[in-house]
């Protein structure tokens, strides 16, 4: 059998999960993007339709901006303070 796990074992997983919600948190603003689009563009002048279709536009940027005000306030964090926040890594005992 192999070794028990132990917390440093956690460290590549926690990056691996990290780096695949990021991932999908870029694909699904990039398709909340092409929907508003769309519903923007066969809106035909309705105007509830059009509201619709801003209303996605505008929560699908405003996703993006937050997702990447996100990691500039960590790096900016990582470069005052000098600690790489960015890295999960755990602290033997």
């Keep these: 059998m192999g070794e028990p796990a132990t917390l440093q074992s956690f460290e590549g997983m926690f990056e691996r999960v990290i780096a695949a919600l990021l ?3 870029g694909i699904l603003l990039f398709i909340m993007l092409l929907l508003g689009g769309f519903k923007f563009i066969t809106s035909g002048g309705d ?3 059009l509201e619709s279709a801003k209303k996605t536009l505008t ?3 405003g996703g993006i901006a937050l997702v990447a005000l996100s990691y500039l306030i960590l790096r900016f964090i990582g470069v005052f303070t000098g600690a790489d926040v960015t ?3 755990i ?3």
Excluded: D, Q
């Design 23 to 25: 991932g999908l948190a």
């Design 59 to 61: 929560y699908a940027i």
């Design 47 to 49: 105007p509830k339709s």
């Design 87 to 89: 890295n999960f890594r």
């Design 91 to 93: 602290v033997p005992p």
